[in-house]
């Protein structure tokens, strides 16, 4: 009997000791990182913990992505490029921004700072603290900000001039409803369909006629919303109903009708409460 007590410690023991390792395997998981991620996460986090996954792109690639625990998230490539920071943090690290982009942003918003930056193949994108987003070429030139609100850059559109995609979804979920007005902004290569319709719905589509965001005060179809957001809403926040939606290249948020803010990725896995 003794020894059946003996061993059953040492299995117990075992079993402890092998969970502890698997645990600690989450955080700072360097053999998921490439050496230069790697260099990167010590020199400008030294003191910061981090989980290491991976997720989809913006298109379709695999990439790695890094969540620290000081709020940062940041995105790299198989091969260790940064290609997003962001996260709740109070700026982007001066590395990862263009000396061309940073005397931009200086000379013009002084009173502002870059709290998140993405890249993609032809052009770089930062958000500052003010919620203005700007977007530059890849050498840092700028090129034009996704709020730009010039009269010349919009046109009122007739129902009939909207793109056949955004007429089927309106006629699909909000067919009893109609449409107040119609905005087509252009800016450079960005285009954008702002939809404003009665019963305080709004929504935008991009320039395919993608939607891109939505907000329906009085809580958002079902059907718009993923199963897995919808799902992780209905478990976590059982009383709460999704009146906002905001899709960009690397996430989607949503706004609750109690003002509780969530993250998730594309796939529409949970991220981190905003």
């Known amino acids: 009997m003794k020894n059946f007590k003996f061993l059953s410690l040492i299995v117990a023991a075992s079993i ?33 913990t981090y989980e290491v996954k991976t997720r989809k792109g913006p298109d379709g690639s695999e990439e790695i992505y890094v969540e620290l625990n000081n709020g940062a998230k940041i995105s790299f490539t198989k091969t260790g490029n940064i290609v997003y920071v962001g996260g709740k943090i ?107 319709m009665f019963n305080d719905i709004e929504m935008d589509f991009d320039a395919n006629g993608e939607l891109t965001s939505i907000e329906v005060d009085a809580g958002i179809p079902t059907a718009i919303i993923s199963e897995n957001i919808s799902s992780y809403v209905s478990e976590n926040y059982p009383d709460a109903t999704i009146v906002e939606w905001d899709l960009d290249r690397r996430k989607q948020e949503i706004e609750l009708d109690n003002d509780v803010e969530l993250v998730f990725d594309l796939d529409g896995n949970f991220l981190y409460k905003d």
Not at 19 to 46: G, H, K, V
């Open 90 to 196: 109070d700026i982007v690290p001066e590395s990862v921004i263009t000396d061309k982009v940073k005397a931009y942003v200086t000379e013009n918003y002084p009173t502002a700072s870059i709290v998140e930056w993405e890249l993609d193949d032809n052009e770089q994108e930062v958000e500052l603290s003010n919620n203005i987003e700007l977007v530059f070429d890849l050498d840092g030139n700028f090129l034009y900000s996704d709020n730009d609100s010039d009269d010349e850059n919009e046109e009122t559109l007739t129902y009939a001039e909207l793109l056949e995609n955004i007429k089927s979804f309106i006629e699909t979920h909000f067919s009893d409803v109609s449409v107040k007005e119609i905005t087509k902004e252009t800016n450079g290569s960005y285009v954008k369909y702002e939809i404003e």
């Open 16 to 48: 402890i000791f092998t969970f502890t390792q698997c645990s600690d395997d989450d955080d700072n998981s360097s053999s998921n990182l490439p050496e230069n991620a790697e260099t990167f996460l010590a020199s400008t986090y030294p003191n910061a």
